[in-house]
């Protein structure tokens, strides 16, 4: 019972000060509008006419400058993005030039010498180079043969019988590699699964 008292005796306090307060924000208020009606009684219609004018030019010319300065910075994000979009490749190109260089001596190489064997080793050179500069940049190529198919990751071509039980649902072979960049997929693997 005892708690009970003291619950509505902590409620009554609360109200009494919310009441107090209350108050007192009313005194301030009436005091500001007491202020301010002082303060245009002392002017004349005109004067405080004009004052609201002067007042409304100074907002319409800070809304004003801050409309440009908004639409300033839309463009700039716009020309920065844009800017940004077509270098996104500049690393990958500046890396795979270099790839392409090779491509073109191990041509003119085969062109000079009329060797197949030279030209076919140093293609198998270039893709080796070609390779790991993908890698370096975050390409991973899909394990996918022999793997359980998944409609996330593999796009089913066809599928064929099984050549075992064991291999139903499976990926028999791969057409298409899939690969990642960066843990996330850029191709989905062509696949031919087993049923």
């Known amino acids: ?45 005109e004067d405080q006419l004009s004052a609201k004018d002067k007042q409304l030019e100074e907002l319409k010319d ?49 062109d000079e010498n009329d060797k197949g064997d030279l030209f076919a080793e140093g293609i198998g050179l270039v893709y080796k180079k070609l390779y790991n500069t993908l890698e370096q940049k975050g390409l991973k190529p899909m394990e996918t043969n022999g793997e359980d198919f998944d409609p996330e990751l593999h796009e089913a071509l066809t599928e064929v019988p099984a050549p075992s039980e064991d291999q139903k649902g499976k990926i028999i072979d791969t057409v298409e590699k899939g690969y990642w960049l960066n843990d996330k997929i850029i191709r989905h693997a062509k696949v031919v699964v087993g049923k």
């Open 1 to 45: 019972m005892s708690e009970h008292k003291e619950h509505q005796e902590d409620v009554k306090d609360q109200d009494a000060a919310a009441a107090q307060e209350a108050a007192a924000q009313e005194t301030n208020e009436t005091a500001e509008e007491k202020t301010a009606q002082s303060t245009n009684e002392e002017l004349s219609p």
């Open 62 to 110: 800070k809304h004003l400058r801050l409309m440009a300065e908004f639409e300033n910075f839309k463009r700039r994000s716009i020309r920065e993005k844009m800017d940004m979009m077509k270098n996104a490749a500049k690393d990958t190109m500046t890396a795979l030039l270099p790839v392409l260089d090779d491509f073109d001596r191990a041509r003119k190489a085969a």
